[in-house]
Every structure is written in C-alpha cells, then in structure tokens.
Nanobody, 115 residues
Framework: QARLVESGGGLVQPGGSLRLSCAASGIIFSSYTMGWYRQAPGKQRELVAGVTSGGSTNYADSVKGRFTVSRDNAENTVYLQMNSLKPEDTAVYFC?????????WGQGTQVTVSS
C-alpha cells in the first residue's frame, strides 16, 4: 500500500526558511517522478517543484532561485528546501508520486509565512 507522509511545515517569518520532507513507502521510489504541489485558500493546486527518477528538476517561476527540490533514493524521501519565504508562499504543501500507471498524494503539510 503506497503511502506518502509529509513533514516540516510550520509558521515562519518572511525571509525565513523551511525544509519539507516526504517519506514514501509501498512504492518503488526510485522509479517515480516526485513532486511538490501547494494549494492556497480559494486557489487551485499548483506544481511547485518536481524531480524525475533521473534527477532532472523543474520549478514554478514563482519559486525559482528560492526553492530546491532533491531526492534520496536510499531513504525513499524527497525534500523541498524553501528559502527567502514570502507571505504568498502560504499554502498547504502536498507531496506527489507519479508513476507510469498510478500517482499518489500525501496528506499535506501547512506552511504559513507571516510576521
């Protein structure tokens, strides 16, 4: 049974940093494209960053230069390092695992950027 568990969210001041983690189980992690999405109140869920099984990364324009996605296949974990956080980064952040046939979602972790 596939399971994704996010952690690392919280309240941070503007300009601060957070590191999100997503631990995966029940899937062949190394073969999945892993992504971080976010959803702010009243808005659609959007892709923030992704990393393929081969290690290629992509980012939303709004986070380029501030966020870094990485994966550790030995630990079945994907990370999102978020620096220079802005109030508009406030959202629930979701981990996603996308394979050839299936995709899975985590339960989400709240990130709030506020002074």
């Amino acid at each position: 049974q596939a399971r994704l568990v996010e952690s690392g969210g919280g309240l941070v001041q503007p300009g601060g940093s957070l590191r999100l983690s997503c631990a995966a189980s029940g899937i062949i992690f190394s073969s999945y494209t892993m992504g971080w999405y976010r959803q702010a109140p009243g808005k659609q869920r959007e892709l923030v960053a992704g990393v393929t099984s081969g290690g290629s990364t992509n980012y939303a324009d709004s986070v380029k230069g501030r966020f870094t996605v990485s994966r550790d296949n030995a630990e079945n974990t994907v990370y999102l390092q978020m620096n220079s956080l802005k109030p508009e980064d406030t959202a629930v952040y979701f981990c996603n695992a996308r394979g050839i046939q299936f995709q899975y979602w985590g339960q989400g972790t709240q990130v709030t950027v506020s002074s």
